[in-house]
């Protein structure tokens, strides 16, 4: 079994800046890929950002293009985000998900960590 734990959300306000982290333990072996979702209250889970192990890529979601940046650690199956120029509108419960080799979509996800940004 895998489980993914979050950690590092907060209230923070409008500019500021956040880091979130993401660790995944247990039977991953040598993950494909680790991404951040968000779900805003009343909204559906869309998409943040990803980081692909092979070959370091990285995607984002228009919306927070140059404003964050995923980054992720193989050896320590850790992804994180950082958040800067943060927005009210990015106020979510930010969750973790990793894609094992071998697999085309996320296969483990995290219990997610609360994001407050006030204006």
């Known amino acids: 079994q895998v489980q993914l734990v979050e950690s590092g959300g907060g209230l923070v306000q409008a500019g500021d800046s956040l880091s979130i982290s993401c660790a995944a333990s247990?039977?991953?072996?040598?993950?494909?890929?680790m991404g951040w979702f968000r779900q805003a209250p009343g909204k559906d889970r869309e998409f943040v950002a990803a980081?692909?192990?092979?070959?370091?890529?990285?995607y984002y979601a228009d919306s927070v293009k140059g404003r964050f940046t995923v980054s992720g650690d193989i050896i320590k199956n850790t992804v994180y985000l950082q958040m800067n120029k943060l927005k009210p509108e990015d106020t979510a419960v930010y969750y973790c998900?990793?894609?094992?080799?071998?697999?085309?979509?996320?296969?483990?996800w995290g219990q997610g960590t609360q994001v407050t940004v006030s204006s």
């Open positions: 998900a990793l894609m094992l080799r071998g697999s085309s979509s996320y296969d483990y």
């Open positions: 247990g039977r991953t072996g040598s993950p494909y890929a």
């Open positions: 980081r692909y192990f092979d070959g370091s890529r990285a």
